[in-house]
């Protein structure tokens, strides 16, 4: 029999990680409407500098601890190109909409959005669409240019570390130079 929930440890676990990225994210800026509208319109480069920080420590912690020979799994989604722009379009266009990422949405809900909960809400909506035209889906969109599960060194035959210390070296250039955040002054 196939459970509905996760077993109690799994769900505490996991409502302490979502409260702590929350935090997180608030403390970070990007649960306000205006800092992500900003960066759309290059107005506020926070939800770069945030992104492109999460990317680079995770990305170069994960592959060195793959390289002292750490066990630390990949868990990597297919490639499937069509499906990936037409979700990235969809996710895009809502994104510059609501103002929010679905994170950013329930954690701007968590500081007192109340505008994020109509985003929220038709985010479920658009969930639930999609769980019911999942069959058709699947036979024909989901599939369409899938190349697997593949990583882009992968692809291309190099270590990882040769596009991360790159990204690392361009982002302590760039990111500082890039401005004050237009939404607040007062913060980075």
């Known amino acids: 029999m196939n459970a509905w929930f996760a077993d109690p440890t799994t769900l505490l676990l996991g409502a302490i990680t979502g409260l702590f990225f929350g935090f997180l994210l608030q403390k970070g ?4 409407f205006n800092v992500i509208v900003n960066q759309f319109r290059l107005k506020d480069f926070t939800v770069l500098k945030v992104m492109m920080t999460a990317i680079i420590v995770g990305g170069l912690g994960i ?8 066990d630390v799994p990949l868990h990597i989604k297919g490639t499937a190109l069509l499906a990936n722009t037409l979700g990235g379009l969809i996710f895009g266009v809502g994104m510059v909409i609501l103002g929010y990422c679905p994170g950013t949405a329930v954690a701007a809900i968590g500081a007192g959005s109340r505008h994020a909960i109509i985003g929220v809400l038709g985010m479920l909506v658009g969930a639930g669409i999609y769980a019911e035209l999942y069959p058709w889906l699947k036979a024909n969109i989901l599939e369409v240019g899938s190349i697997g599960k593949v990583t882009i060194p992968e692809q291309i035959h190099i ?4 596009l991360l210390i790159p990204l690392l070296i361009g982002a302590i250039v760039i990111l500082p130079r890039l401005g004050k955040n237009a939404s607040n002054p007062s913060r980075v």
């Open 63 to 70: 592959y060195a601890m793959r390289l002292i020979g750490m």
């Open 159 to 162: 270590s990882p570390f040769v």
């Open 29 to 32: 800026g990007v649960t306000n």
